[in-house]
Structure formats: C-alpha cells, structure tokens
C-alpha cells in the first residue's frame, strides 16, 4: 500500500540506523514486495525488533564485521 515503505524507512531512522542502501522487488505475488537493505548504526537485533511489528516476514538479518 502507498506510504508502507516510509513508515518501515522511519521507524530505522527514528531508532537512529542509516540506510545506506535499499532495494525493492516484486514478492511471491504482485499484492506484495520484498525489500533489502543496508542499515548502519544498528545491531542485528535492534533491526530485527524495528521491523517485526511493521512487516509481514522477515527473510534474513546478516551482520558484516569489517577488518
């Protein structure tokens, strides 16, 4: 529905994450769609929290540690 992805884009940025980028695809039907993300600033858990009451799955959560 129109105004779905800036309702889970300010629920980030309100908890403090940064998108830094984002991607959206048609779901496993044309009445839904996948998104991925890269978020900075917020741990795996944090993401996981955030999200949960906003979407309706959650596919994957990945942490990157850079060396």
């Known amino acids: 529905a129109p105004g779905q992805l800036a309702i889970v884009t300010k629920a980030i ?4 994450g940064n ?3 984002l991607g959206s ?13 890269k ?6 858990q944090q993401v996981i ?9 959650i596919l994957d ?3 990157v540690s850079i060396v």
């Open 61 to 63: 959560v990945r942490t």
């Open 13 to 16: 940025a309100d908890a403090g």
């Open 49 to 57: 929290d955030i999200l949960t009451p906003l979407v309706e799955k």
């Open 19 to 21: 998108i830094i980028a």
């Open 25 to 37: 695809f048609l779901g496993e039907t044309s009445e839904n769609a996948e998104i991925t993300m």
């Open 39 to 44: 978020i900075e600033s917020l741990d795996q």
